[in-house]
């Protein structure tokens, strides 16, 4: 990581997205403990990367599998101002939060639990698995259980505004092309 964000400010302004990690069965605190002092060793105070911290879906040992986790993170990381957080549709509905039915919520509980100012990304894309599932299973668009009306709402959220979304779906140049089509297609221009 430490290599990766060296390269990264060749070109400053740039996000370094990653999954936090798992904590392979000490517990989810060891692993936090962990994870917060590999970026307190990397992180610089002169650095304009930005590191984004992946809501996780919570298979097996994975830590951020709740928003929780990642402030627990973030609070414990000297260097805050070089931390933000990539929100992945499919990681959190498999996690249990309820995009789908209840998205005002669960943007709310983002804010009250890690700050909207730290949302940086949206890795977008539907889930194979029910809510809760903690499977972490990807689908394209509209194919999947959150379904394209849900995405729809997403990416016209107050909550998304100015926020780069990337695709992270099952797919090959032709299916993307469809995808960004159809999204761009429901995008209200705020």
Same mark, same amino acid.
């Given at each position: +990581?430490?290599?990766?964000? &060296? &390269? $990264? =400010? +060749?070109?400053?302004?740039?996000?370094?997205?990653? /999954?936090?990690?798992? /904590?392979?069965?000490?517990?989810? #605190?060891? %692993?936090?403990?962990?994870?917060?002092?590999? $970026?307190?060793?990397?992180?610089?105070?002169?650095?304009?990367?930005?590191?984004?911290?992946?809501? +996780?879906s919570g298979? %097996?040992? #994975? *830590?951020?599998?709740?928003? #929780? =986790?990642?402030?627990?993170?973030?609070?414990?990381? =000297?260097?805050?101002?070089?931390?933000?957080?990539? @929100?992945?549709?499919?990681?959190?509905?498999?996690?249990?939060?309820?995009? *789908?039915?209840?998205?005002?919520?669960?943007?709310? #509980?983002?804010? &009250?639990?890690?700050? $909207?100012?730290? @949302?940086?990304?949206?890795h977008l894309?539907?889930? +194979?698995?029910? @809510?809760?599932?903690?499977?972490?299973? /990807?689908?394209?668009?509209? =194919?999947?259980?959150?379904?394209?009306?849900?995405?729809?709402r997403v990416?016209?959220?107050?909550?998304?505004?100015?926020?780069?979304?990337?695709?992270?779906?099952?797919?090959?140049?032709? %299916?993307?092309?469809?995808?960004?089509?159809?999204? &761009?297609?429901?995008?209200?221009?705020?």
């Open positions: +990581m430490a290599d990766d964000l &060296r &390269r $990264l =400010e +060749m070109t400053p302004g740039n996000y370094y997205n990653f /999954h936090p990690g798992s /904590h392979v069965g000490q517990g989810a #605190e060891v %692993g936090i403990s962990k994870i917060a002092e590999i $970026l307190n060793e990397v992180l610089t105070k002169d650095q304009s990367t930005i590191v984004l911290l992946e809501t +996780m298979k %097996g040992t #994975e *830590v951020g599998r709740n928003f #929780e =986790e990642l402030r627990q993170i973030i609070d414990r990381v =000297e260097l805050k101002d070089k931390l933000g957080v990539c @929100l992945d549709t499919c990681h959190v509905w498999d996690g249990g939060y309820d995009i *789908v039915n209840d998205l005002d919520s669960v943007f709310e #509980e983002f804010d &009250r639990i890690i700050g $909207l100012d730290r @949302l940086k990304a949206i894309n539907d889930s +194979m698995n029910p @809510l809760g599932s903690h499977k972490d299973r /990807h689908a394209r668009i509209g =194919e999947g259980e959150i379904g394209l009306e849900a995405l729809v990416i016209n959220h107050p909550a998304t505004e100015g926020i780069p979304f990337i695709l992270e779906t099952p797919n090959d140049d032709e %299916g993307w092309t469809h995808e960004i089509a159809l999204l &761009r297609n429901e995008y209200k221009q705020k």
